[in-house]
Structures are given as C-alpha cells and as structure tokens.
C-alpha cells in the first residue's frame, strides 16, 4: 500500500516551516505578530477571508482594530489564533464560517518553538497508535511462538515450568 492513498497531496503532516530570518528582524513571536509569521507559510490560504481583509486595508495603510469581528461580516475559509502561549506555543485553526456565528473546523495548526505544524486529523492519529498496538503485539506473539514447546498428542502443547531452587539455607 501506498502512503499516498492514505494522505491526500495537500496533506502537510508530515513537515514543518520555520523562517529563521522573519524571526530574527521581527523578534520573538507574540500573540500580535504570530498570524504575520504564520501568514508566510505554506500553511496559509491566500484566497482566505484573512487575505481579503488584509487586501481591503494594505491601501489605507490604517491597521484592522478588530480583525475578528470584521472576519464575522463574511463566509468562507478564514483562519484564526485560538490559543496563545507566547513565544513558545500557538493554535490556528483554519476554519470555515458558515454565519456570523457558525464555523466549522476545517484544519488545526500549532507552532511550537517558532517551527509551524499541521496537527493530524483523528483518523491518522488513531490508526497510527493502532497500527504501533498491534505491531507490538504481533512481535509478542513472534517471540512466543519461537519458544513455544512442541506439541504430543497426549499432553497437547504444555510449556515446561521450571521452579527455581527451594531450598533454604540454615
């Protein structure tokens, strides 16, 4: 089986950003800085509501006070920074706003230590951590099967016990 018909082409899981430059002009990550740095990252979306926001306002050179309560005023992909730990940890989700008070999650990325992962979605989690259970369970049953006694009509398989020594010194 192939891996690639596990994970879509947009799949980024399994790599990570970091731009060491944008850290070193811009400084440590911050809670006001860290869409900017997430923004530069193959991650984003530029046909999100975000960039649309940011393109109605990069003429008038006046910032968005609010930028998420203006993101309410449209439907689509937008994304958003939903838990902060500055400057060492933060949520994205990317996320699909359906109404002024509607979304639905559509991915969720977390930055850790200034590198930007794509957290797995539950399926690939799941499977993973089955797929390690029952892998160590089959190398289990390998080692046993190897040491397994062999088998007499009259007894069947019997694992020969072997007590250690009951005597007792005086």
Do not use: C
Not at 56 to 66: A, R
Not at 90 to 98: A, E, L, V, Y
Not at 121 to 148: E, F, G, H, P
Request: glycine share 2%.
């Amino acid at each position: 089986m192939d891996i690639n018909d596990l994970h879509p082409a947009d799949d980024y899981t399994n790599r990570f950003f970091i731009w060491h430059e944008w850290i070193q002009a811009n400084g440590a990550l911050t809670a006001d800085n860290v869409f900017d740095y997430f923004a530069s990252s193959m991650f984003y979306d530029k046909q999100s509501n975000n960039q649309v926001l940011r393109m109605q306002t990069v003429h008038t050179g006046m910032p968005i006070e609010n930028e998420a309560e203006e993101l309410r005023r449209f439907t689509g992909v937008e994304f958003a920074v939903v838990h902060s730990q500055p400057p060492t940890f933060f949520i994205i989700q990317k996320r699909n706003r359906i109404s002024p008070d509607e979304v639905k999650p559509l991915a969720t990325y977390f930055i850790n230590n200034n590198r930007i992962y794509q957290s797995p979605d539950l399926y690939s989690l799941l499977s993973n951590r089955l797929l390690t259970s029952v892998s160590a369970l089959q190398t289990s049953l390998d080692i046993l099967r190897k040491k397994r006694p062999d088998y007499t009509p009259r007894q069947g398989f019997v694992w020969p016990i072997q007590m250690g020594d009951t005597s007792t010194e005086e």
